[in-house]
């Protein structure tokens, strides 16, 4: 797990870059078998795109385009949550690790359900 003090915890691009290699490295440490592997395929999928998502929203052509953007970091962090739970289920010897994913990814969760809420009255 990275633990770089130096880096802000309000820096969202950093951070959610810095989510995704943690969850890489978590899934190459999980042994791969019938079982495990769709779960492994979605953690990385869900846990990359979130930082891969806020970059975009970072440079969106339109507010409705970052609220867009936005929107889908806040489900791809929730669906993270998830199959960070069921990692632990299909690699028992990682749940303490995969526990501080999941609570990084549910702090994301929180964040990324501000911004929009506070997008969504922005724009209405």
Not at 91 to 109: D, H, Y
């Amino acid at each position: 797990m990275t633990n770089d003090k130096s880096i802000k915890k309000y820096d969202l691009e950093e951070r959610t870059a810095r989510f995704g290699e943690d969850v890489l490295n978590l899934c190459k440490k999980i042994r791969r078998d019938e079982l495990s592997r769709p779960v492994i395929d979605q953690l990385v999928k869900c846990g990359t795109s979130i930082g891969a998502n806020y970059c975009e929203a970072d440079d969106a052509e339109s507010k409705a385009d970052f609220r867009h953007k936005i929107g889908i970091c806040k489900k791809e962090s929730r669906e993270a949550k998830h199959f960070l739970r069921m990692s632990s289920v299909v690699a028992p010897e990682l749940k303490v690790e995969a526990r501080i994913l999941w609570t990084e990814a549910k702090e994301l969760n929180l964040i990324f359900n501000a911004i929009f809420k506070k997008v969504r009255k922005i724009s209405n």
